[in-house]
């Protein structure tokens, strides 16, 4: 088994400004994820990455940074934080292509 | 782009009634469909795929796939108020990059 924790469970910032998310996993998986999940609505991809170091823009990349300098963790910055993203961001990894994705708790943004 | 639609939004049933939900997708050459629960507060749980036409049972969940017609739907047996939460339809994209394409989801609410 494992576990994907994230980091921290709630982010408050004012607008305009840069808010860091991090994600760590211990299953040794090689893919991670960021999505976005508005309230009452699904999952939508922000960024993911097949392995250290590498990293693929998402539907809804814009306004967002990732970096994966670990296999094992992947953060997420906000480069400007807005009132209309205010969101739970939920970070997952899986084993492989077509594989079982398993989140972590996410972290809930709200800005001021 | 790929679109996942899920009905219906909400669902009250009382325990032990068999609950049946639904999920169009636009993509005939769409990898695997999954089927994901989400607590409130939590990350969302993988509960069954399916990648083949046809149907699979795993305890009492049962999950049918139609490729024509763009359609599969989760069938819960003997519903439990543990099994309250919402339920999330995902389709992994074509490609080997196990993106994944959520739909809006299913609120479900089992009264005891």
């Known amino acids: 088994g494992g576990i994907i924790t994230q980091t921290p469970k709630f982010l408050i910032g004012q607008e305009g400004q840069k808010l860091t998310l991090k994600c760590q996993q211990n299953?040794?998986?090689?893919?991670m994820y960021w999505y976005r999940q508005d309230s009452g609505k699904g999952l939508r991809l922000i960024y993911y990455s097949i392995t250290e170091n590498d990293l693929q823009k998402g539907d809804l990349s814009e306004g967002y940074d990732a970096s994966r300098e670990k296999k094992s963790s992947f953060s997420l910055t906000v480069t400007s934080a807005q009132k209309n993203e205010m969101a739970v961001f939920l970070c997952a990894s899986s084993r492989e292509n077509q594989d079982t994705q398993y989140f972590g708790p996410g972290t809930r943004l709200l800005v001021l | 782009q790929e679109k996942v639609q899920q009905s219906p939004e909400s669902l009250i049933v009382p325990e032990g009634a068999m609950v049946s939900l639904n999920c169009s997708f636009s993509d005939s050459a769409s990898q695997s469909i999954w089927w994901y629960q989400q607590h409130p507060g939590k990350g969302p749980k993988a509960l069954i795929s399916i990648f083949s036409n046809g149907n699979k049972k795993e305890g009492r969940l049962t999950v049918y796939l139609n490729r024509a017609s763009l359609h599969v739907s989760l069938h819960i047996k003997d519903s439990q108020p543990s099994d309250s939460a919402v339920y999330l339809c995902?389709?992994?994209?074509?490609?080997?990059?196990?993106?994944?394409?959520f739909g809006q989801g299913t609120v479900l609410s089992v009264i005891p």
């Open positions: 995902a389709v992994s994209s074509t490609g080997g990059n196990n993106k994944l394409t």
């Open positions: 299953f040794n998986h090689d893919t």
